[in-house]
């Protein structure tokens, strides 16, 4: 049996260079989920710093204390990336690759591509579960096309998110 007629896979399946195989398809799949599911939150991180930092972060907080920084002091959207110290983004990338090496670790591999068998607060719905992963992937895909877009407006425009849909917006 293919890997497109799997009754688990309902999605169609896109593959123009053929790349996957019964093999290497939950592998793509775990990683197309896991790029969906940062692609969401980024998308989220490019637009709300900027409407909420002031009632959500305190301005004694700081970033690195030995260098002075407060949180305050990053600029929103793609500036922040040149304003975070090299051991910040150090920092960053050790605790994602902790996270995605001994955290998120698909337990059965049996289970549908991303299912950590955590469940939502401790509910487990293997049904119902898989249906949101479905639903998840169409949603993450959103979240890619919509996290480059965002990139896009502010290289072009030099304005971040918040900026330039307050200026369309009033």
């Not at 040149?82 to 994602?96: D, F, H, K, S, Y």
């Not at 337990?107 to 049904?127: C, F, Q, T, W």
Request: hydrophobic residues 50%; glycine residues 8%; aromatic residues 10%.
């Amino acid at each position: 049996m293919g890997i497109s007629r799997l009754p688990i896979f309902k999605n169609q399946l896109f593959d123009p260079l053929n790349l996957a195989n019964d093999d290497t398809f939950p592998v793509y799949r775990e990683a197309e989920l896991k790029h969906g599911r940062v692609a969401m939150l980024a998308t989220l991180g490019m637009a709300l710093p900027d409407f909420f930092r002031s009632s959500l972060v305190p301005s004694d907080v700081y970033l690195s204390r030995s260098l002075e920084l407060r949180f305050e002091d990053v600029p929103c959207g793609l500036h922040a990336i040149a304003a975070v110290p090299r051991e910040g983004w150090l920092q960053i990338i050790l605790a994602i690759g902790f996270v995605d090496l001994f955290v998120l670790v698909q337990e059965d591999i049996n289970d549908m591509p991303g299912d950590y068998g955590v469940g939502y607060l401790g509910l487990r719905d293997k049904a119902r579960h898989e249906s949101e992963l479905e639903a998840e992937i169409e949603v993450g895909r959103i979240a890619m096309v919509a996290f480059v877009v965002q990139v896009v407006q502010e290289v072009w425009t030099g304005e971040t998110v918040a900026e330039f849909w307050s200026s369309i917006v009033p």
